[in-house]
């Protein structure tokens, strides 16, 4: 590797990465690699999803080279990147963790009874799940049980995201309300 080029300025290596450098983007990745783990590993706390974002954010930016725009610094570009990636991935924890333990909390009230008590309570989840319309009821059953994201249900089931948050929404506030009722 030519050795003038570690001393090149930021826009310079990003000229020569916009026109398809590897040498360019190799210096540039050596220059930021530890400073965006870093601020990654800060916000996630996980050092194989901090990784696994700033990995992401500059492949990103090698496939996104010659149309890539910013107003700022790369430095502060890419940092930005790598924070919005750790904002999007803890949001997307957030709403599964909260997810799972609506459905541990239904799941642990019917587990810790007895007999007749978990069969009254699984007839009364029946007959809520009764309740709810087929299309609410899939979606519900598609996030709970079998964990899909919502943009995954939204996709299986061809409507948008919001339309099956929609649902996920009519189907929780079926059953508490049926639930809390018995």
């Known amino acids: 590797m030519n050795a003038s080029i570690n001393n ?11 026109q ?16 965006l783990f870093a601020r990654a590993y800060t916000l996630l706390k996980n050092e194989d999803e901090a990784k696994d974002v700033v990995q992401e954010v500059l492949i990103w930016l090698w496939n996104h080279r ?3 725009q910013f107003n700022t610094s790369l ?3 890419l940092t930005g990147a790598v924070q919005q990636r750790c904002a999007d991935l803890l949001r997307k924890k957030v709403n599964r963790n909260s997810r799972q333990q609506i459905y541990a909390s239904l799941t642990t009230t019917i587990t810790g009874t007895s007999p007749l008590e978990t069969k009254e309570l699984s007839n009364q989840l ?9 299309t609410s009821r899939k979606v519900f059953i598609m996030s709970y049980i079998e964990k899909k994201t919502l943009k995954e249900i939204a996709a299986v ?8 948050k929609n649902h ?3 189907a929780l506030k079926i059953l508490r309300q049926h639930l809390r009722k018995n």
């Open 157 to 164: 089931m061809n409507m948008k995201v919001q339309t099956a």
């Open 126 to 134: 029946q007959a809520a799940m009764a309740l709810i319309s087929p």
């Open 168 to 170: 996920m929404q009519q």
């Open 20 to 35: 398809g450098s590897e040498a360019a983007f190799t210096v540039l990745y050596q220059r930021y690699l530890d400073l």
């Open 75 to 77: 430095r502060a570009y």
């Open 8 to 18: 090149y300025s930021e826009d310079e290596l990003f000229l020569l990465i916009r």
């Open 66 to 68: 010659t149309t890539v």
